[in-house]
């Protein structure tokens, strides 16, 4: 797939610390439960859309990269799927690209959702992570928990002796996401600048029209459908002389009455779910887009190891 410099958005560059201060870089893995506000938190970090958030776990099925360069350091954030006890072969991919990504980085912010912490099934997560990652524990979701209720979470995980860091945050609001960008910096390795500093991601520009499509097909459909969808753009051509962007997707999803929701009675739902998508694809690309979607049916793709490597869920 070939790489395209994606633009920076409205975050500006952080503010030097001194002069005397060397260069830092590295990789920052995202890593906790589903839904725990993981993405919401690459995107807060980032500055700019990313990462595909929505209200039902298991959204995000990849690593995802968001670089932030600041004018004393890069951090190269990877949100990374939820991390659960997987039930079919997409799962698995799922959650070995979480357990790569936390493996592979230099710091790990380890995400609880503040409001059901200190959580067993956190705990058992956190047993599993690698040692090697300074890890920093992020209570997020503050806004729908009273602070003195934070007290006892953070010292719960004051106990495990596990943490170098803890930032609570309100991934939603922007709260304690500078704090927690302060927080980083000193543990990232002294390292030259990795990416140009005008880089969003490493990923293709397609890579992120594809999850764009993907989330509003999760925001608007329910039960198994969400999660037996996945989106693959098969055209993506600019023209300069229309001066907007065509683009052709499909959605693939497992079985022909799934098709049927997806498309929608006389195809509202369809219809629906492309203007979501082209509203935000337009604003991702910064010019007028042309989306044309359309529907197919891969019996049991998530089941099938080529199906999913094809849909781009294979080794990472
Ligand atoms: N109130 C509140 N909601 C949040 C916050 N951060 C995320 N959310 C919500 O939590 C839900 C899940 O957010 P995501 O960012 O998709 O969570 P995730 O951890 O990436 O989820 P998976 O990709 O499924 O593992 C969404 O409805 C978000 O809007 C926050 O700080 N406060
Ligand atoms: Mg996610």
Do not use: C
Request: neutral net charge; charged residues 25%.
């Amino acid at each position: 797939m070939t790489t395209r410099r994606i633009r920076r958005g409205a975050h500006g560059a952080l503010s030097g610390m001194s002069e005397d201060q060397p260069f830092r870089a590295g990789y920052v893995a995202i890593v906790g439960r589903p839904n725990v506000g993981k993405s919401t938190l690459l995107n807060a970090l980032v500055g700019q859309k990313l990462a595909a958030v929505t209200n039902k776990p298991q959204t995000t099925r990849t690593r995802i990269s968001g670089i932030l360069t600041a004018e004393d350091a890069q951090y190269v954030f990877l949100d990374t799927p939820g991390i659960f006890v997987p039930k079919y072969k997409l799962q698995e991919h799922m959650v070995r690209a979480a357990y790569a990504a936390a493996k592979g980085a230099d710091i790990i912010l380890f995400v609880v959702d503040a409001v059901d912490a200190p959580h067993a099934a956190d705990d058992d997560l956190l047993a599993r992570l690698p040692s090697g990652p300074v890890t920093i524990l992020v209570p997020n979701k503050i806004d729908r928990v009273h602070k003195p209720l934070l007290l006892p979470v953070l010292e719960h995980y004051a106990a495990k002796g596990a943490f170098a860091e803890f930032v609570p945050t309100s991934a939603r609001k922007g709260a304690g996401v500078d704090s927690l960008l302060t927080a980083m910096r000193p543990h990232l390795p002294v390292n030259p600048q990795m990416f140009p500093e005008d880089q969003v991601s490493d990923l293709p520009t397609r890579f992120f029209v594809a999850e764009t499509v993907r989330e509003k097909v999760f925001l608007r459909t329910r039960q198994e459908v969400p999660y037996a969808s996945s989106v693959v753009v098969e055209e993506f051509v600019e023209d300069a002389g229309a001066s907007r962007t065509f683009i052709r997707a499909a959605i693939y999803v497992e079985r022909s009455t799934q098709k049927g929701i997806i498309i929608g009675k006389q195809g509202t739902m369809l219809r629906d779910i492309g203007r979501d998508a082209r509203h935000d694809i337009e604003d991702f690309l910064g010019g007028p887009v042309f989306l044309e979607l359309f529907v197919g049916v891969r019996d049991g793709w998530r089941e099938h190891e080529q199906m999913i490597r094809e849909f781009g869920y294979g080794a990472q």
